[in-house]
């Protein structure tokens, strides 16, 4: 998770609205989770995932928060055609968490409407 975070701050990301599921993300970013317009725990929408989110908004998946208190299976996210990904990680050892998938974040990104840009 770490790594994630750096990968956001980095790319500089976190410009842009943050959906999480593990609250260790939003402690490394140093963001207040109590402000909505940063960032939220968890998506809106659990049945259309890419819906209700702002354009260019980023979602950080992780293999156990995500499938189990947030609700969301990866392949939801992955399947959704205004999500893309951006990045992946995965533990040099691999490990299973609760529920069966091996442990990974993925940090997908929300399509821009059409005729907008990311960086609009």
Request: glycine share 10%; charged share 30%; hydrophobic share 35%.
């Amino acid at each position: 998770m770490d790594q994630a975070g750096d990968f956001i701050l980095k790319n500089k990301l976190d410009r842009f609205k943050l959906y999480y599921f593990s609250p260790h993300l939003i402690g490394r970013l140093g963001v207040d989770p109590f402000d909505r317009s940063l960032s939220n725990e968890g998506l809106p929408d659990r049945q259309n995932p890419g819906h209700l989110l702002p354009d260019s908004s980023i979602v950080v998946w992780d293999a156990h928060f995500g499938p189990n208190e947030g609700g969301i299976p990866l392949e939801k996210l992955k399947q959704n055609d205004r999500l893309v990904l951006i990045k992946e990680f995965k533990p040099d050892d691999s490990f299973k968490v609760l529920g069966g998938y091996d442990y990974a974040i993925y940090i997908f990104q929300r399509i821009p409407e059409p005729g907008k840009t990311i960086n609009d």
